[in-house]
């Protein structure tokens, strides 16, 4: 079966090995492959948690029946292509979320 690509917005805390400020949270475009949006999430999710990220919640999901060369901006395409061939990407915004949003 082929894999789909799929993104997804979602929260996460870094933890000390994220590169951001530890206990900081902040929004996250994940990238996943799968043959369904349950594994391509669940791939997305754990690439996050290796990457030092913790609580990761989704809020959004989208397939992208396109695949990455739809993608307009460079750094979220950079990280579908990635996401391809890895199974999973993340692009972390470097804005801090207020801990009530």
Partial sequence: MTASLFMFL??????????????????LMLFGSGSNTVAARSAAISGAEGKGWRFVEVSREKVLDSGPSAI??????????????????????????PLDG
Avoid: Q, S, W
Wanted: proline fraction near 2%.
């Fill in 72 to 97: 307009a901006d460079p750094t979220l395409r950079t990280a579908a292509e990635d996401a391809v061939r890895e199974g999973h990407a993340i692009v972390v915004y470097a804005d801090e979320l």
């Fill in 10 to 27: 979602a929260k996460g805390v870094a933890t000390n090995n994220a590169k951001f400020r530890e206990g900081a949270r902040h929004a």
